[in-house]
């Protein structure tokens, strides 16, 4: 558990840190929902990271509306950069990450908060949420049957799959002693969890579902192999850079075996099929096509390759 011994003047409970880029289309929707949280002490941090678009006109639009909400302008240093510079200027005592076209629902901080005084002790908290492509329904995270208890991850656990993070809360100064986020890799905030976790981080869970993560094929996990190459690169890092026991470093294995056979299923059309089978895979797809494009997809697949595929 980390304490912060050395913040003597008390900011807000909550500093919801928004990183922005070219994000002028969804920005408002994300800084609206902020405003409507039912829990009132808060600040709202948002980073505009040299958007060439309107981004920075709506953020400060929104700053001289209501004191809460303060502005960082900086030249393009990505989403990493972007984090860093927010969460330096914050001044709350938890962080929570809410990226500028994801939806904090009306009792996120609420819930937290209330959570965080139950289960006191621990150092990330998070919860359940929904994947979200708006016009079209919702979909659990964790559906029923899965994540419906109040329980931890250890750092295997999250080397073999990294949480639901959206609208995560962390300690503040968690983000010290994790050296912050990491520039130049491809995931930024996967990459913070672990080391945060290899530095000692306590993790929490709730199972409400307390935010929307909007599906866009424009993200950058609609990338699929890019996405595969980051886990591997990621827990290498880990492993190179931390002293994992053996149960962590078996799991760095497991992991980067994982996303090699994915990488090479990509190239592959009974791999391809395979994958679109796996409940994390087809959300990826339904994230990129759509679900009714996703749907067509599959019933193609199935009319290729009939009941006769090989497994």
């Known amino acids: 558990m980390f304490v912060d011994r050395h913040q003597e003047v008390k900011g807000p409970r ?17 800084l609206d929902a902020i405003l409507a949280q039912t829990f009132a002490d808060w600040e709202c941090v948002v980073v505009d990271d040299g958007s060439t678009d309107n981004t920075l006109r709506i953020a400060s639009g929104y700053a001289r509306s209501d004191p809460r909400i303060h502005v960082v302008h900086q030249d393009n240093q990505g989403t ?12 709350g005592e938890f962080v929570v990450i809410c990226s500028a076209d994801d939806i904090l629902l009306p009792e996120h901080l609420s819930r937290m908060s209330a959570f965080i005084d139950r289960e006191d002790g621990y150092d990330i908290y998070s919860s359940n949420g929904f994947f979200w492509r708006p016009g079209e329904s919702r979909e659990l995270c964790y559906p029923p049957g899965q994540g419906e208890k109040i329980h931890s991850l250890e750092l295997g656990d999250v080397i073999r799959q990294c949480f639901y993070s959206v ?19 491809f995931g930024e905030d996967y990459d913070f969890w672990l080391r945060a976790m290899a530095s000692g981080a306590k993790h929490r869970y709730v199972p409400e579902p307390l935010s929307l993560h909007r599906l866009s094929s424009t993200q950058k996990s609609a990338q699929v192999e890019a996405f595969y190459r980051s886990d591997i690169s990621l827990v290498s890092d880990l492993r190179r850079d931390f002293p994992l026991s053996a149960a962590e470093s078996r799991a760095v294995d497991v992991r980067i075996h994982e996303r090699e056979r994915q990488i090479a299923d990509l190239y592959r059309p009974w791999g391809l099929y395979r ?7 087809r959300r990826i797809v339904i994230g990129v096509l759509g679900r009714r494009r996703a749907r067509r997809l599959y019933c193609v697949l199935m009319s290729m390759i009939g009941r006769a595929a090989p497994t």
């Not at 990493?80 to 001044?91: C, D, K, L, R, V």
């Open 275 to 281: 994958n679109l089978l796996r409940p994390a895979a």
């Open 14 to 30: 909550f500093s919801v840190v928004v990183p922005a880029y070219n994000a002028a289309s969804t920005l408002a929707e994300t």
């Open 80 to 91: 990493a950069g972007a984090y860093n510079a927010g969460i330096s200027s914050a001044t």
């Open 167 to 185: 609208g995560a809360v962390y300690k503040r100064v968690l983000f010290d002693a994790a050296g912050g986020y990491r520039l130049g890799v």
